[in-house]
């Protein structure tokens, strides 16, 4: 079965190259960078220092560097942001007008690199554009049917921690490495197993509420809506209220636990 293959415009890419990139962008994401390798593809975050997420990010292996995917409206504000940290460091921090491209389903042998987040993301291509043969928004389609959050389109950007958008469970931090930007609140949430809420799907009856709006156990607030599309959005949800009759503005909704989360 051939792959459908989307474009994405909502994603823009940074290269980040030098002598010193890899060592750079080690010392500030969630991710271990030391050892990637060209062509191998990491998933991460930049977070601020009490531990909020700021940019989500996936980090392509180059052989002077590191490509970075990043949301297209918040490439400018990451490279700002990388620029104030780069000090001393030899690197170059530049735009690139490449585009990101989502192959799905995948083979072993369909273009690109494996999602590191979940196989049955497909894959993602960067380098010579691939013919499109479907839309962004058919690829969202599919990442929400796998319950799988994204923070730059569905909101959580800046007031999320990202345990609560679930990087510890789509292998977006690595909890062995050496310190990173925010690691102490994000080591202390792991540890002492601090996860009160967690970005998950709801199915509503009617139309999507709009963003923010609050999620009812019985009368108990239970949550937040965030973003969405169809009859999907995602929410961050309190977990020790999953349980009962959830309603959005009075309306049925049902939360979903995909097997990848373990709840």
Known sequence: MSPRIASLPDRALVRVSGPDARTFLNGLLTQEVLS???GDLRFGALLSPPGRLL????LFGEED?????VASDRRDALIQRLSLYRLRANVSITPDD??????WPAASDTPGTPDPRLPALGHRHYGERLPVTDTPEAWHDHRLSLGIPDPARDGGQDTTYPI???????????FSKGCFIGQETTSRMKRRGAVRNRMLPLD???PLPPFGTEVLNGDRRAGQTLSGQ????????RLDRLDGDLTVEGKPATVQRPDWTGL
């Open 65 to 69: 560097g590191v490509l970075l995917d």
């Open 55 to 58: 940019f989500d990010l996936f």
């Open 230 to 237: 169809g009859r999907r959005v995602m929410a961050l949800l």
């Open 98 to 103: 490449g585009t990101v491209q989502v192959l």
């Open 204 to 206: 509503v009856d009617g």
């Open 36 to 38: 990637l390798q060209p």
């Open 164 to 174: 609560e958008a679930n990087f510890d469970l789509l292998n977006g931090i690595d």
